[in-house]
């Protein structure tokens, strides 16, 4: 008996350190009423250049390819927001920001693009809307068509990041499976230019979004914040 109640806490022990850290991925967008709003309306509590994010009636833009994070660094989180793309959109939303400088190669990039233009639509699965740029592609593309708003839910716990996408998981990621800065986990080339494995990379840092790249813009609201244990 005493054996069996022995080994019975130490499988629970084991559940427990497993769950921690491998959640449950997200079967539905979160309720999210009362969340923290990840940037104030004054961009105050905000890491960006000067003139070329604003904000109007809860919408926010930027009139040139530069990021906006926040000051704070985020571990473990749920971050949902709205986008809306144009014709040819190209963005992207950046965990785990180590350096919001050199944040290319010191963040994971969750991809926004229209894909529904056809340099998107032609270009690798892992440059398409809900992806982990260069890394892992979506399931399937649920970005809606330019000029409508998208729900995007990213959960960030530890190593493992999932992506919801208009009601749908689309990714799910276990960083700790890309050890190589060149290979992805299916043996695909990652860029050259994103750095170092992601098993390397840390699983905190600030959280930002790409403002206008390629020459089409991107608009984003609602976007809030709600950290884990």
Not at 72 to 90: C, Q, R, S, V
Not at 121 to 145: D, E, H, M, N, Y
Request: some cysteine.
């Amino acid at each position: 008996m005493r054996k069996s109640i022995l080994c019975l806490a130490i499988f629970i022990s084991w559940a427990a350190v497993v769950c921690a850290a491998d959640p449950v991925p997200p079967k539905a967008h979160p309720d999210a009423t009362g969340w923290k709003t990840l940037f104030a309306g004054d961009l105050s509590d905000a890491i960006h250049p000067e003139g070329v994010w604003s904000v109007e009636n809860g919408v926010l833009t930027a009139a040139e390819d530069k990021c906006i994070w926040s000051k704070k660094e985020y571990e473990n989180f749920i971050l949902d927001l709205e986008f809306k793309t144009a014709p040819g959109t190209n963005s992207g939303v950046f965990v785990y920001g180590a350096d919001p400088v050199k944040w290319v190669t010191t963040s994971v990039e969750i991809q926004i693009a229209d894909d529904h233009a056809e340099q998107w639509a032609k270009s690798p699965k892992t440059w398409q809307c809900g992806a982990i740029f260069g890394r892992l592609a979506a399931k399937k593309s649920t970005v809606k068509k330019p000029g409508e708003w998208n729900r995007m839910t990213i959960t960030c716990k530890g190593p493992m990041i999932y992506v919801m996408l208009n009601g749908e998981l689309v990714t799910e990621m276990d960083m700790r499976k890309w050890t190589s800065g060149r290979k992805n986990s299916d043996g695909s080339d990652i860029p050259k230019w994103l750095g170092k494995p992601l098993a390397e990379r840390p699983t905190k840092g600030h959280v930002g979004l790409q403002g206008k790249h390629a020459g089409a813009p991107i608009y984003f609201r609602n976007v809030k914040i709600k950290e884990l244990d």
